[in-house]
């Protein structure tokens, strides 16, 4: 006799974990290249972590607003079809039943079986499952604005808080070096971990995190040594 199990399924994380993996990812990228231009340019260290602390509290507010608008954005849309599917259920239904019908032939299922799939998933809630198998929104996928925004901003912070703690114990002479090596060891785990939690293949994700984080900081600290002044 077989026995049910439950399943946990990885890509029910991913709305919160694209947001955490990406503000945590900007929050190190963006102060320590930040910190490397402006530390490139011959400035004393508390202008540093000035310029550093400024650049978290832009960048996590920054994140939070585009993350909430983006996602809004992707919020209303799919509202937008839902109420016109709702509207199209209530005014064709016969329409939508044979629409619903097609969509299952096309996924493998003989005409008769199909037809009966879309009767009973119908007569159940018709508007979760054109939701799901016309529209493809599912309810762990739907675009969650708020969660979104306050993610990506607290990861953000925490992200930049990383290399502006190096700014603080680090002697001056020696600040480029270390911020760079740490925010790069800081990349690849964050990228180690969010492969993990997102079940991807951590050596890829922890490669092009590093990649991206080491071209950052190195072009700002080109521009930094270039002009010699804050950028």
């Known amino acids: 006799m077989s026995r049910l199990h439950s ?4 890509v029910s994380r991913i709305g919160w974990l694209r947001a955490a993996v990406l503000g945590a990812n900007d929050g190190i990228v963006s102060t320590a290249s930040l910190i490397v231009g402006v530390a490139s340019a011959s400035t004393g260290s508390h202008q540093i972590l000035v310029a550093g602390f ?3 509290v832009a960048g996590a507010m920054s994140m939070a607003a585009g993350e909430y608008v983006s996602v809004s954005s992707q919020a209303d849309t799919e509202a937008a079809d839902l109420a016109r599917e709702r509207h199209e259920l209530e005014t064709q239904p016969e329409a939508e039943l044979e629409e619903l019908t097609q969509i299952y032939i096309k996924r493998g299922l003989t005409p008769v079986f199909a037809r009966q799939v ?6 159940g809630n018709a508007l979760d499952a054109h939701a799901r ?3 493809g929104i599912v ?4 675009a969650r604005p708020v969660e979104a925004a306050l993610t990506s901003a607290l990861t953000f912070a925490v992200g930049a808080a990383l290399p502006l703690t190096l700014v603080v114990i680090s ?3 020696m600040l480029i070096y270390i911020v760079s090596a740490a925010s ?10 969010g492969a993990k939690a997102g079940g991807a293949n951590v050596f890829k994700a922890t490669l092009r995190v590093t990649f991206w984080g080491a071209a950052a900081m190195a072009l700002t600290a080109g521009v930094g040594a270039m002009f010699g002044t804050v950028v």
Request: negative net charge.
């Open 133 to 135: 198998d016309e529209l």
């Open 118 to 123: 879309a009767v009973q998933l119908t007569a």
């Open 7 to 10: 399943e946990n399924h990885l």
């Open 139 to 142: 309810e762990h996928m739907a």
């Open 54 to 56: 400024a650049g978290m």
């Open 171 to 173: 002697p001056i002479e």
């Open 184 to 193: 790069l060891a800081f990349l690849s785990l964050l990228g180690a971990v």
